[in-house]
DNA sequence: ATCGGTACCTGCACGC
DNA sequence: TGCGTGCAGGTACCGA
């Protein structure tokens, strides 16, 4: 890229809320995206205001660690965003249910951190405060624990990860040592694809519908990131915000509406506490 | 080890 | 109009 190019994509950045729906693997892929090209510049200061997303870490000494370092990589690992340092070090990002990274624009009610660059500005929000954001000497352990990523697990091993199981297929697919990166958003959209109830019991699920499972988590998955990477562009103002949110969810949140396939109406149950949402009549035990 | 249940937190939709 | 209530859910943590 040169330098100029550079310079006006910072520009765009710079006026662009990376903002998304419910942040799951494709939501964070794309924040992750967006953020790359802050590689290479320099921290030159961090202002931290809430404790909560800290998660035990000091606000004072979390700045002076950071004060100076160069970002050196972005990289995902299931919901997590795990931002490298210069000179060894991690930040760690997770958005929770409401976080957002900002590139520029001004702190706000529920602005958490503030990161100034040498160019630009990197701000936290999050209004739920379940978000984190924390440093790390080493390769976080809450990271390194996660199981494989969904779209790059193969069919062998997830097929392998579902023997034995006596919890809900939706419960394993929430669970983040499973898959890492499916929420309860892709988790229902994914099992009605592969005409699952969410309430079958993960051992059950073997063979073709192991394959239809994976494939349309997989599906699903790709569909999402490409979504949000279209979007991204015209992202700046409402109508390329509804554009992404109308992202096609077939069942979620789609409680007494008509199936898509079958137009029996969508019907909403508790799953391992969460809202559930599936076809009665296309998706079985 | 596995599993189910709960707490955390705020904004919003809803009914009266 | 305003107030109370339920709902939204990712993760850590608890007890069984």
């Known amino acids: 890229m040169g330098r100029r190019q550079e310079t006006e994509l910072f520009l765009f950045l710079c006026h662009t809320e990376v903002r998304t729906a419910l942040p799951e693997l494709p939501e964070v892929e794309t924040v992750t995206r967006s953020i790359k090209p802050l590689v290479g510049r320099r921290i030159v200061s961090a202002e931290f205001r809430n404790l909560r997303v800290l998660r035990g870490g000091d606000p004072d000494d979390m700045a002076a660690r950071l004060h100076g370092r160069k970002i050196a990589g972005v990289q995902r690992y299931g919901k997590f965003i795990l931002v490298s340092l210069s000179g060894g070090g991690y930040l ?25 660059l040498d160019r630009g500005v990197l701000l936290f ?27 790059e697990v193969k069919f062998e091993d997830f097929a392998a990860g579902l023997r034995g199981r006596k919890t809900s297929i939706k419960a394993l697919l929430l669970n983040q040592r499973f898959v890492r990166g499916i929420g309860n958003i ?12 969410p309430q079958a019991q993960a051992s059950r699920v073997r063979g073709e519908r192991a394959r239809r499972l994976y494939d349309a988590m997989v599906a699903v998955l790709s569909e999402a990131i490409a979504a949000g990477g279209s979007s991204i562009s015209d992202y700046v103002d409402a109508e390329g915000r509804k554009g992404f949110f109308q992202f096609s969810h077939r069942v979620y949140q789609r409680t007494g509406e ?3 396939s079958c137009g029996t109406p969508i019907r909403r149950v ?8 599936f076809c009665p009549k296309c998706q079985r035990r």
Do not use: N, W
């Not at 760690?92 to 990161?115: D, F, N, Q, S």
């Not at 892709?186 to 109830?197: K, N």
């Open 92 to 116: 760690l990002v997770h958005l929770g249910m409401t976080g957002r990274l900002l590139l520029g624009g001004v702190p706000g009610k529920h602005t958490h951190a503030i990161l100034t």
């Open 125 to 151: 929000d999050d209004s739920r405060q379940f978000g984190a954001l924390e440093l790390h000497d080493d390769f976080p352990a809450r990271v390194a624990r996660l199981g494989p990523e969904p779209l």
């Open 186 to 197: 892709y988790a229902d959209e994914a099992l009605f694809r592969a005409g699952i109830h």
């Open 258 to 260: 008509s199936c898509i």
């Open 270 to 277: 508790l799953v391992a506490q969460r809202s559930s949402h």
